[in-house]
């Protein structure tokens, strides 16, 4: 496809459960990057994949939370034993080195996920 | 003190104004700015980038870079009802994964 595509694009889940957000990056970037925004705030960093270099977890907020990337493209973000504080939306971009060192992030649709 | 630093807003300009939007950071190793607009709902979408100093134009957006001040805005010309949204502000070191978003400035254009 041409852009970003994240699935699925809504998810209500009950505490405790398991749930795996799926992203699938635009073909030929390689980098991609896990966000996290809650209502009406910023974007949380999360998790960071380049090529075939380890990932940058830095910004994973538990061991809960854990995410891996396939053959270079599609990622998947897995939640175990959801909290009610996990509900977001949960975006992942992915990025294109330009001519000038800037990498330009594009942004997929979101999965909005509500742990009641 | 966060890294990038926007206001939050709301900020409230009549159809055809000059919308101006500003946003500063503290890590001086920033190289490459961002500008993305969010509109409700919806992700983020890139409006443009900057990374040398002085003016970037494209249409009726110019981002505006001062990195002596640390300083970087957004000026929306002829602003119409469409452009309400929030824009957010994004700072990136050079050659580096770490792009650090503001909270974001929520913009409303009334008719």
């Known amino acids: 496809g041409a852009g970003v595509s994240q699935s699925p694009s809504n998810k209500v889940t009950e505490k405790g459960k398991d749930v795996e957000l799926r992203c699938d990056p635009i073909?030929?970037?390689?980098?991609l990057y896990w966000y996290r925004q809650s209502l009406g705030q910023g974007l949380e960093f999360l998790i960071y994949?380049?090529?075939?270099?380890?990932?940058?977890k830095s910004g994973l907020p538990s061991d809960r939370f854990s995410a891996e990337r396939t053959g270079g493209s599609v990622s998947t973000l897995t939640i175990q034993r959801t909290q009610q504080e996990d509900s977001a939306v949960y975006l992942c971009?992915?990025?294109?080195?330009?001519?000038?060192?800037?990498?330009?992030?594009?942004f997929g649709p979101g999965t909005r996920l509500l742990v009641l | 003190q966060k890294e990038v630093e926007q206001n939050s807003g709301p900020l409230s300009v009549p159809e055809g104004a000059i919308a101006s939007l500003n946003c500063t950071y503290s890590?001086?190793?920033?190289?490459?700015f961002f500008w993305y607009r969010q509109y409700s709902g919806k992700s983020p979408e890139l409006i443009m980038f900057?990374?040398?100093?002085g003016d970037k134009e494209d249409g009726r957006f110019t981002a505006q870079l001062n990195k002596a001040s640390q300083y970087v805005s957004l000026l929306i010309r002829d602003s119409q009802p469409s452009d309400s949204a929030t824009y957010l502000c994004?700072?990136?070191?050079?050659?580096?994964?770490?792009?650090?978003f503001g909270a974001g400035t929520r913009l409303t254009v009334k008719p």
């Open positions: 971009a992915s990025s294109l080195v330009g001519t000038g060192g800037e990498e330009t992030q594009y």
């Open positions: 073909s030929g970037h390689t980098a």
């Open positions: 994949f380049q090529g075939n270099s380890a990932p940058d």
């Open positions: 890590d001086r190793g920033s190289q490459s």
């Open positions: 900057i990374y040398s100093n």
């Open positions: 994004a700072a990136q070191r050079y050659n580096n994964n770490d792009m650090r």
